[in-house]
């Protein structure tokens, strides 16, 4: 009997050894394989983190030029953010306040390459939006209509349609196309919620060029006046 189950362990212990001989090498290495693979992600999880925590430092710092009224300082550390971290939201939202300390100091030229910047390579959608919207306005100051009007073009996030259609439309009037921006002032006051207080003045741009909104009939008021 002991001898039987000699054999028998004997057996599973030839089977485990061809199986290892076999499959071995391929096992280890899966298991390697995913040991880094979990290694890695918590690296990237780790520098993602020590990224974003030195960016938001050096955020404090250039907001605190920016209170200060100081351009030169705000974009030079915007500079070195952008440089070093421009992955980072904090990127982004330096540059928007670098160029706005920019452009209160008249450094129109260093508040468009800010805006140009975070227009271009801001990680976050609506930083993007906001710059080129800036960036618009800066260049129509300018008269550079068509380069305004470039970065008008193409999709914005759905909550500045409104407003990137109403800042074509000023493009557009500027250019004396009076027909087209009243198209786009139109395409604005839609795409804009109802109680919006913007609304208003687009409102108040389309009656200027002679086509102001019509107010929408209230069903009740309708039936009521029959």
């Known amino acids: 009997?002991?001898?039987?189950?000699?054999?028998?362990?004997q057996e599973q212990l030839d089977d485990l050894k061809h199986f290892w001989s076999k499959y071995g090498n391929l096992i280890t290495w899966t298991l390697v394989l995913c040991m880094a693979g979990y290694a890695a992600w918590?690296?990237?999880?780790?520098?993602q983190r020590e990224q974003s925590a030195k960016a938001a430092?050096?955020?404090?710092?250039?907001?605190?030029?920016?209170?200060?009224g100081d351009a030169d300082k705000a974009g030079r550390i915007f500079a070195d953010l952008r440089d070093r971290y421009g992955s980072a939201a904090f990127a982004g939202q330096g540059g928007l306040l670098a160029?706005?300390?920019?452009?209160?100091?008249?450094?129109?030229?260093?508040?468009?390459?800010?805006?140009?910047w975070v227009a271009e390579h801001a990680s976050e959608d609506e930083y993007r939006a906001i710059a080129r919207l800036r960036l618009a306005a800066l260049l129509l100051d300018e008269k550079k209509y068509d380069d305004a009007l470039k970065q008008l073009s193409g999709s914005f996030?759905?909550?500045?349609?409104?407003?990137?259609?109403?800042?074509?439309?000023?493009?557009l009037h500027a250019q004396g196309k009076d027909a087209d921006a009243i198209a786009a002032y139109q395409q604005s006051y839609k795409a804009l919620?109802?109680?919006?207080?913007?609304?208003?003045?687009?409102d108040a741009k389309l009656t200027s060029l002679g086509a102001a909104p019509v107010a929408p009939v209230d069903a009740a008021a309708a039936g009521a006046s029959k």
């Open 1 to 9: 009997m002991a001898t039987n189950l000699d054999l028998e362990e």
């Open 157 to 171: 996030p759905a909550s500045f349609e409104g407003l990137a259609a109403d800042r074509r439309g000023d493009v």
């Open 57 to 68: 430092g050096m955020y404090e710092e250039l907001d605190r030029a920016a209170i200060a």
């Open 99 to 116: 160029a706005k300390v920019q452009f209160d100091k008249g450094q129109l030229p260093a508040a468009q390459q800010s805006l140009t």
């Open 42 to 47: 918590n690296g990237w999880n780790w520098y």
């Open 193 to 202: 919620d109802a109680v919006d207080d913007y609304r208003r003045l687009v």
